[in-house]
């Protein structure tokens, strides 16, 4: 726990120490989660935008989870694509994790993400026990 009552959640992602940013943060019932992107521990990311989709996803339910918080809780998504024919992909993914909970959401296409081989970064947000 940090100053304020924050709890952070970890990734263990290079960028979390040189950029100095958290993973998660839990503050109250409150969870954020950070952009997110398609990274296994290798450092591999394979071109497919569904398989990197879940594999955002997978992350986020960790941090979540290790937050006190799951899919239920979650009450907004934002997925950024490089590609707007990845919409369908992605948001087959989004609906496996969070069809039930139905949080709004929000899909936008960017000119790029960080790594050229991200085809989408997912962020999401939390109220533990419905805030």
Do not use: K, N
């Not at 899909?107 to 991200?118: I, S, T």
């Amino acid at each position: 726990m940090t100053p304020g009552g924050r709890r952070r959640a970890a990734s263990g992602s290079p960028f979390e120490a040189t950029i100095g940013f958290s993973r998660a943060l839990r503050v109250g019932d409150r969870v954020l989660v950070s952009g997110t992107a398609p990274v296994w521990p290798d450092g591999s990311c394979p071109p497919d935008a569904l398989v990197q989709a879940r594999r955002c996803l997978e992350i986020i339910l960790g941090a979540l989870d290790e937050l006190g918080a799951g899919a239920a809780d979650v009450v907004r998504t934002r997925m950024y694509l490089c590609r707007a024919e990845d919409a369908g992909p992605v948001g087959e993914a989004h609906a496996e994790v969070f069809g039930e909970a139905r949080p709004v959401a929000t899909m936008v296409v960017v000119a790029g993400l960080l790594d050229p081989r991200w085809r989408v970064e997912i962020e999401a947000e939390a109220l533990v026990g419905g805030g």
